[in-house]
């Protein structure tokens, strides 16, 4: 039982590159999230999705897409990366209307 | 969902209780409280959550005040890798079907010192 798993781990980009990160799940939860956080700053949510098919906005959702590609995958894609998208990115996953989410280790992305 | 306000920041020495404290003034009647922490360079651990009563778990224990305006999360005897920081969110119960998505603040950071 892995839990929640990200990929890439760390990943540098250029300015104008596009990438996707990846996030998968085996605890069987609905709703799945992402979140950025920048050094000194708490954590800002940029999408969920709150069951299958379905997506929806957070804060920061400008410069991001995301996929719920099934129940287990939610990826996360920066189509023209910019050097403010530079941050820690975390998955994270609940039950439908579940109390606990549990978070994956994070990608640590630098735009240069 | 009801702002929460926390010091930046408290120590405590290893083996003794860590209290840390959190304000909720503004909570509603369906609103929730839940700690997290997220240990360095870590994504964040859910520690334990409450509506009015005390609760207790094997990480930490929750003192909610009877007005629920504040709260207060206590680990036991600390140890030097509870050093971390830990978050006070306030949030409503979901309904089923409905999203569970978190709002961070800042958290208060804990250092555990030997």
């Known amino acids: 039982n892995a839990g929640v798993t990200q990929t890439p781990k760390f990943q540098v980009l250029k300015t104008g590159q596009s990438m996707t990160l990846q996030c998968a799940q085996d605890?069987?939860?609905?709703?799945m999230y992402w979140y950025r956080q920048d050094p000194g700053m708490g954590l800002r949510l940029i999408y969920y999705s709150a069951s299958e098919g379905t997506t929806d906005k957070g804060e920061v959702p400008n410069g991001y897409n995301v996929s719920r590609l099934n129940k287990r995958e939610f990826s996360l894609r920066l189509e023209s990366a910019a050097p403010s998208q530079t941050s820690v990115y975390f998955c994270a996953g609940a039950r439908t209307g579940g109390y606990e989410q549990y978070f994956g280790p994070g990608t640590r992305l630098t735009v240069t | 969902d009801a702002k929460t306000t926390q010091p930046p920041s408290m120590d405590c020495a290893e083996g003794r209780a860590a209290n840390l404290p959190c304000n909720h003034s503004t909570i509603s009647g369906n609103e929730y409280v839940y700690w997290y922490r997220q240990i360095h360079s870590q994504g964040p651990q859910y520690i334990i959550h409450g509506l009015k009563n005390n609760e207790t778990n094997e990480m930490a224990s929750l003192i909610i005040t009877e007005d629920r305006k504040s709260s207060t999360l206590i680990l036991p005897h600390a140890t030097l890798r509870d050093t971390a920081v830990y978050y006070c969110i306030v949030r409503v119960a979901s309904p089923p079907g409905a999203n569970s998505k978190l709002t961070f603040g800042k958290g208060i950071t804990l250092s555990v010192r030997p």
């Open positions: 605890m069987n939860h609905n709703s």
